[in-house]
């Protein structure tokens, strides 16, 4: 086990992960919610196992570990983003996919609309996740399983951090298609930045803090986009109050530059984008702990 401060090292199978930081603490938490590649054993999906993971970040929390060593801890999930999403609010929860009424709150949800709710209607472009419906019974349970734990260590975390210094940054950490395609808010066939940074069109971190991020990017030559294709999601919305010194962007890497989209094979650029990333991390530690 390993522990700094108030943060350790925690696992739990299947659903969670958190590496505490390995050098003195610094204002910034990271999470990976979508690099999950474990099916759940209670998971039947209508589609292969092979089709379920299209959707995941993968390697994304691979390129982040750099965190850790920063002083940073790193959050991620270890189940597929299509089983169950934490970057949803229970609100996106999609009651066609549900065998008989469900009975919680939900509301107009354009994520919910396009198949890519809390639990996700379809696996990619037109093919259903699930061959039946799914009970009451069974949503309910991946959300406490799942859903529940992952909000409530990042929680944790965002807490712990902000007690210690007054203040805390959160790199909501994913990756992107490098084009739109059937099921995203852009139009198929987009094309898309090397580097998406959501924060809410202006509203959930400092504008100073989300420049230092683009202009370090930039001079390493990665051209950066602002809340287009994202904008940010739950996970930034719940969590930041950049008036009380809680920041949080959404950070979306383009999947070309370091892997094969069909295959998921790390790609010759790999290596380089994750000493980039790693060079962005120690920048982004030295500011948060001098403000």
């Given at each position: 086990?390993?522990?700094?401060?108030?943060?350790?090292?925690?696992?739990?199978?299947?659903?969670?992960?958190?590496?505490?930081?390995?050098?003195?603490?610094?204002?910034?938490?990271?999470?990976?919610?979508?690099?999950?590649?474990?099916?759940?054993?209670e998971f039947k999906?209508?589609?292969?196992?092979?089709?379920?993971?299209?959707?995941?970040?993968?390697?994304?929390?691979?390129?982040?570990?750099?965190?850790?060593?920063?002083?940073?801890?790193?959050?991620?999930?270890?189940?597929?983003?299509?089983?169950?999403?934490?970057?949803?609010?229970?609100?996106?929860?999609?009651?066609?996919?549900?065998?008989?009424?469900?009975?919680?709150?939900?509301?107009?949800?354009?994520?919910?609309?396009?198949?890519?709710?809390?639990?996700?209607?379809?696996?990619?472009?037109?093919?259903?996740?699930?061959?039946?419906p799914i009970s009451?019974?069974?949503?309910?349970?991946?959300?406490?399983?799942?859903?529940?734990?992952?909000?409530?260590?990042?929680?944790?975390?965002?807490?712990?951090?902000?007690?210690?210094?007054?203040?805390?940054?959160?790199?909501?950490?994913?990756?992107?298609?490098?084009?739109?395609?059937?099921?995203?808010?852009?139009?198929?066939?987009?094309?898309?930045?090397?580097?998406?940074?959501?924060?809410?069109?202006?509203?959930?971190?400092?504008?100073?803090?989300?420049?230092?991020?683009?202009?370090?990017?930039?001079?390493?030559?990665?051209?950066?986009?602002?809340?287009?294709?994202?904008?940010?999601?739950?996970?930034?919305?719940?969590?930041?109050?950049?008036?009380?010194?809680?920041?949080?962007?959404?950070?979306?890497?383009?999947?070309?530059?370091?892997?094969?989209?069909?295959?998921?094979?790390?790609?010759?650029?790999?290596?380089?984008?994750?000493?980039?990333?790693?060079?962005?991390?120690?920048?982004?530690?030295?500011?948060?702990?001098?403000?």
């Amino acid at each position: 086990m390993t522990m700094l401060g108030d943060i350790t090292d925690l696992s739990i199978d299947g659903v969670l992960s958190i590496i505490a930081p390995r050098a003195p603490l610094v204002p910034l938490v990271f999470d990976s919610p979508h690099s999950g590649l474990t099916m759940p054993a209670e998971f039947k999906p209508a589609v292969s196992a092979e089709r379920v993971r299209v959707a995941a970040d993968t390697h994304v929390d691979d390129l982040f570990s750099s965190a850790p060593e920063i002083g940073a801890p790193l959050l991620k999930a270890h189940f597929p983003r299509s089983f169950l999403d934490v970057n949803r609010s229970l609100l996106d929860m999609d009651p066609q996919i549900v065998g008989g009424k469900w009975p919680h709150p939900v509301r107009e949800s354009p994520t919910a609309k396009r198949g890519m709710g809390l639990m996700w209607r379809y696996a990619w472009g037109d093919e259903p996740m699930h061959a039946t419906p799914i009970s009451v019974a069974e949503a309910e349970g991946r959300i406490r399983r799942y859903w529940q734990p992952y909000h409530r260590h990042l929680a944790v975390l965002l807490n712990a951090v902000y007690a210690r210094f007054g203040r805390v940054y959160h790199i909501n950490c994913h990756s992107m298609t490098a084009v739109g395609h059937a099921i995203s808010s852009d139009l198929p066939g987009t094309v898309r930045a090397d580097i998406c940074i959501g924060d809410m069109n202006g509203t959930s971190a400092s504008a100073e803090f989300v420049a230092l991020i683009a202009e370090t990017l930039r001079a390493q030559g990665l051209n950066v986009a602002f809340n287009k294709p994202f904008r940010g999601a739950e996970l930034v919305t719940a969590y930041s109050n950049p008036a009380h010194g809680r920041h949080a962007v959404q950070f979306e890497i383009n999947r070309k530059l370091y892997m094969d989209e069909t295959t998921r094979e790390r790609t010759a650029g790999y290596a380089d984008l994750k000493q980039s990333l790693a060079r962005l991390n120690r920048v982004l530690a030295k500011y948060a702990s001098q403000r």
